[in-house]
T-cell receptor, first 118, second 115 residues
């Protein structure tokens, strides 16, 4: 089945530095990538939606200059947390829509990235 | 706008007992509904999905869910709980008519299984 490879699985960075998270779709083309954020013991909150070759659409309250999303190809999307601060510490998960999938069938999730900013 | 409400943030059952996790949805258009399971520090695994075919949907690991339009519900059940079922469960809804809308998740229900 469709697989989304997300890296790194865990990262610890110093406050003020930037961190890049990658999501790659294996064996399928991801026309749309969704990026979610999950705080401990809470649900997934949508941060942004990106379509290949287009600018990402951010949800209200999400700083687009802080959370840079690039979806330059049909198999790779990246989320860069710039000038990270401790409050950015969270679990980040990507979800790819399969280009070939029927409507609403093809949501594939990455395994998540645990970001800790110290 | 679509939304799902999961009743009960924490459910505890004995091993071998029935598992019932509740989910009610709100949608102005016919929805697609999903149940996902999440283990600690891992991504989401799809258990099952309702996509307008049979209203009783069977998923992996012995789980099933029934779509009831009259009750706007999509409760998840399993006849006999196993220790390995202990995890976080999320109900999600999507707009069946739009190709690139994201899933909207409920707040999740943590299932504990007692030996």
């Amino acid at each position: 089945g469709a697989v989304v490879s997300q890296h790194p699985s865990r990262v610890i960075c110093k406050s003020g530095t930037s961190v890049k998270i990658e999501c790659r779709s294996l064996d399928f083309q991801a026309t749309t990538m969704f990026w979610y954020r999950q705080f401990p013991k809470q649900s997934l909150m949508l941060m942004a939606t990106s379509n290949e070759g287009s600018k990402a659409t951010y949800e209200q309250g999400v700083e687009k200059d802080k959370f840079l999303i690039n979806h330059a190809s049909l198999t790779l999307s990246t989320l860069t947390v710039t000038s990270a601060h401790p409050e950015d510490s969270s679990f980040y998960i990507c979800s790819a829509r399969d280009r070939g999938a029927r409507l609403n069938y093809g949501y594939t999730f990455g395994s998540g990235t645990r970001l800790t900013v110290v | 706008a679509q939304s799902v409400t999961q009743l009960g943030s924490h459910v505890s059952v004995s091993e071998g007992a029935l598992v019932l996790l509740r989910c009610n949805y709100s949608s102005s258009v016919p929805p697609y509904l999903f149940w996902y399971v999440q283990y600690p520090n891992q991504g989401l695994q799809l258990l099952l999905k309702y996509t307008s075919a049979a209203t009783l949907v069977k998923g992996i690991n012995g789980f099933e869910a029934e779509f009831k339009k009259s009750e706007t519900s999509f409760h998840l059940t399993k006849p006999s709980a196993h220790m390995s079922d202990a995890a976080e469960y999320f109900c999600a809804v999507s707009d069946r008519f739009s190709g690139n809308t994201p899933l909207v998740f409920g707040k999740g229900t943590r299932l504990s299984v007692i030996a």
